[in-house]
């Protein structure tokens, strides 16, 4: 069962993405030019999306890929093109509305069906990999680790995901966000330390047999995010 700080978090970022930030995300994630602290973003975020990629086979034909929190659509349409059924869900009514009207209407040899839902709820099923890209910063680690746990129950083979790491860089950045009016602002992204995280994740009695893997940090302006990998032994 979700935690209350979990449900009151995930409902704060379904009120910000679908009312207040849909069409910062719908240009964010276009080719549209942009401003020189943006463009780090969408830099930094293209070079996860393929750190994360590389960690998974290159063919994925048969595997059922779960993308939680797929956003605009990007890594469903990568996932489905090396031959995964993709299970793309987010919280945004818009932003899943807007993945629809980008995924491409042949996407051989695989699929992707965009859903609105919570990452967490049982009826999505089951699955062979789980992506979770920058849909996990928002919450503290106690709700990672678990929403890690509640997947893996789900998860035959593998889940990646990203953390906001503890970086001076990224402490100064929250504390200038932090001049701005609360209507203005997204969300706080909670930094943890991967020794942290791993240390939260070992308690979890859910992922006795799991183990960590891969970490890779991108530091791009003012995007700054760790991937993480939870492996089934």
Same mark, same amino acid.
Request: glycine share 6%; aromatic share 6%; net charge positive.
């Given at each position: 069962?979700? *935690? ?28 549209? +030019? ?7 973003? !969408?830099?930094? !975020?293209?070079?996860?999306? &393929?750190? @994360? @990629?590389?960690? $998974? ?7 059922? /890929?779960?993308?939680?929190?797929? =956003? ?16 793309? %869900?987010?919280?945004? +009514? ?6 629809? &009207?980008r995924a491409p209407s042949e996407l051989y040899p695989g699929s992707a069906t965009f859903?609105? =839902?919570?990452? $967490? ?8 990999? /789980? ?5 996990? %910063? ?7 680790? !678990? ?11 593998? %889940? ?5 790491? #503890?970086?001076?860089?990224? *402490? /100064? ?5 932090? @001049?701005?009016?609360?209507?203005? !602002? ?6 943890? *330390?991967?020794?942290?995280? &791993? ?11 799991? #183990?960590? =893997? ?9 995007? %700054?995010?760790?991937?993480? &990998? /939870?492996?089934?032994?």
């Amino acid at each position: 069962m979700a *935690s209350a700080t979990y449900i009151a978090r995930r409902n704060e970022l379904e009120r910000y993405f679908d009312r207040t930030a849909v069409d910062a995300w719908k240009r964010l994630t276009s080719d549209a +030019p942009l401003g020189s602290i943006r463009a780090t973003v !969408r830099a930094g !975020r293209d070079t996860m999306r &393929e750190t @994360l @990629l590389s960690w $998974l086979p290159d063919d994925l034909r048969g595997a059922r /890929v779960l993308d939680a929190g797929c =956003g605009t659509g990007a890594m469903a349409i990568s996932l489905a093109r090396r031959g995964a059924n993709v299970h793309a %869900i987010d919280v945004s +009514p818009s932003l899943i509305e807007l993945a629809r &009207e980008r995924a491409p209407s042949e996407l051989y040899p695989g699929s992707a069906t965009f859903v609105v =839902g919570d990452m $967490l709820d049982p009826d999505h099923g089951r699955f062979d990999y /789980v992506v979770a890209m920058d849909s996990l %910063i928002h919450y503290d680690g106690s709700d990672i680790a !678990r929403t890690i746990a509640v997947l893996a129950a789900r998860t035959r083979s593998s %889940i990646v995901f990203t953390i906001a790491p #503890r970086t001076f860089a990224l *402490s /100064v950045m929250h504390a200038a966000g932090r @001049l701005f009016p609360r209507a203005n !602002r997204a969300p706080a992204i909670l930094p943890i *330390s991967q020794h942290a995280i &791993e240390r939260r994740l070992a308690t979890q009695p859910g992922l006795k047999n799991w #183990r960590i =893997g891969r970490s890779s940090r991108v530091d791009s302006g003012f995007y %700054i995010s760790q991937a993480l &990998e /939870v492996v089934c032994s």
